[in-house]
DNA sequence: TGACATACATAGAATATCTATGTATACTAT
DNA sequence: ATAGTATACATAGATATTCTATGTATGTCA
């Protein structure tokens, strides 16, 4: 009925890669373990933003063989993607407390 | 550079009309007032979606007028529209943990 | 009477995310 | 060996959400 969307995309990406470089398909799997399965974040959204972050100079990529042989695209973040987290973080906190101060003000009255 | 979007429109305009009947563009001065000016909804937001839920049932319309002799529309929420907000903000609390989560999850790494 | 706040409304632009699709590799069970 | 499934990256187009811009009209105050 209603699309349970993921808006701080950048916040989650970044905060990912805060922990740990990653390549995409794995932060999907991390995104939805870590959230116990509330985000399960699409390819179509993630490439093109992870694209755009590097971008922007927020991430960076490079290509590293699995044990497996196979080439994976890992992503790292660099000190000004994580000025930018740090950034989305208090503004995630500011818009947080907003939401929650409009619900307990009608809960309040009710 | 970002919008400071909000997603949860819905969930904050049925939690204004459960505390009381509101005009439109009072809850905009509210949203604002009750947020500490985080939210400033826009009238090109906030009339559709507020027709949206009148279509959907979920708040009625009525016209009054105030001290002025001015007439206003003020909406009113509906049995099943407390059910709505009763979902929606559940549903935003789920939203709210999972975010929390993978925020703590990398914090606790680094 | 002119400026400004109030009040409702809609069209069109911009943004964010999803769906659908395509390609390719590695693993697993028959 | 081979068909199916999971992994892995990618893009085009659709959908949803919110904003910008604009229009109309009323009430208030200097």
Redesign the pocket.
Known sequence: M?????????LLILSLLAGEDM????MI?ELARRSQNVF??????L?????GLEKQGYVEAYQQA?E???M???YRITRSGRGCLAEEKQSWEVYEGAVNAVLRFSAGLA
């Open positions: 209603k699309k349970q969307s993921i808006e701080h995309t950048h390549y995409g398909y794995q799997t399960s974040m699409k390819e179509g959204t490439y093109p933003v992870l694209h699995a497996s042989g196979r994976r695209k890992y």
